[in-house]
């Protein structure tokens, strides 16, 4: 069997549609799964060593130079690319026109069909003309978590159903050349990671409460690692930083160095954002703060090494995210900078 997933992006949802392919590959053993995502992530999708291949889509790039021949070129094979096999199914996980659109132009086997979102959930981008590239549709509840939405899909496809708790299949990302190559500036010990900045300043929780945070962190003699995706929130690291003993600012990261951030993380504790949830996916000890999203779309029910806190209009204090602190560590080992 031959099968074709399409979610394009961002990087949260991406990382919450690889649980897809462990369920196919366990329902259909020896299945050949192909992926269409963002240029972007595929470095993250090539860590799920059950995608067989990875189709890049760029457009935000070609957008912005779309009658260059270099662009002609690279869409030339784009379209090769996808339309160089016979699918049994296509899925389309993200319900955007765009989505379906690449949906369109995969080609199907002899009684193969195209399958996706019937609606969105309260909140989504869900297009309804997405619905066109169809051959069945399937309707969700309006509050059905991003991880369950795409496995869903996949289930009706295949004709199963959905008996595990996800499993995301993501490899530990290598970073040198040889296994478990640590980069200068991951310390050696343990340590943990605050992921404090995110798109939208509503999500965001505030500098005194990372600062009070922090106090606790420092019960367990773990430095303090504080990424940044651009100049504003290295900006806000910095000051961050300049308050939390022990903190390091670290420098412009990869995509696969931020994933190893999160996956070698003896904490991590963030708001609602992409890296956050990779450490969630990696089942690493992780408090998961929602401070102006709904947390029932994206929190980590997967693994009870994963505490969720606040919800919309309701952030959590710092009193609950230090007692999650404590309940994922337990007590502090005197003197060691382990837990």
């Known amino acids: 069997m031959k099968i074709l997933l399409v979610r394009v992006s961002s990087l949260g949802d991406v990382v919450h549609n690889m649980p897809v392919v462990d369920d196919l590959l366990r329902h259909f053993p020896g299945a050949e799964v192909d992926w269409v995502v963002e240029e972007g992530y595929v470095s993250l999708v090539k860590l799920n060593h059950g995608v067989r291949r990875i189709i890049p889509f760029a457009l935000r790039r070609w957008r912005k130079s779309l009658f260059t021949r270099a662009t002609r070129l690279e869409l030339r094979q784009f379209y090769a690319s996808l339309r160089g096999e016979q699918y049994d199914l296509v899925l389309d996980t993200q319900g955007l026109m765009k989505t379906g659109a690449i949906m369109g132009l995969a080609r199907l086997a002899k009684g193969g069909k195209k399958v996706g979102l019937a609606n969105g959930t309260e909140g989504s981008g869900y297009e309804a003309i997405s619905r066109i590239f169809h051959s069945e549709s399937l309707a969700i509840a309006s509050r059905t978590h991003a991880v369950l939405r795409g496995r869903l899909v996949a289930a009706h496809a295949g004709g199963y159903r959905i008996d595990t708790p996800a499993s995301f299949g993501m490899h530990a990302p290598q970073l040198g050349t040889k296994e478990g190559a640590r980069p200068a500036w ?24 990372w600062v009070l945070a922090a106090k606790t962190v420092a019960e367990y ?119």
């Open 221 to 339: 003699k773990l430095p303090i690692l504080l990424p940044w995706g651009n100049a504003a929130e290295k900006q806000e690291a910095e000051q961050l930083a300049a308050r939390i003993p022990g903190s390091t600012v670290l420098p412009k990261l990869s995509m696969l160095e931020a994933v190893a951030l999160s996956q070698r993380a003896a904490l991590a504790v963030g708001v609602d954002t992409g890296l956050t949830h990779i450490a969630a996916a990696y089942e690493r000890p992780t408090v998961e703060i929602y401070c102006d999203s709904p947390r029932w779309k994206t929190e980590g029910n997967w693994s009870p090494r994963i505490i969720n806190l606040g919800d919309v209009g309701q952030p959590a204090t710092v009193d609950e995210v230090s007692a999650a602190i404590r309940s994922l560590l337990g007590q502090p080992v005197p003197g060691s900078g382990q837990v």
């Open 186 to 209: 991951m310390p050696e010990h343990d340590y943990a990671v605050f992921y404090h900045g995110t798109a939208r300043d509503s999500k965001k929780w505030s500098q005194d409460n």
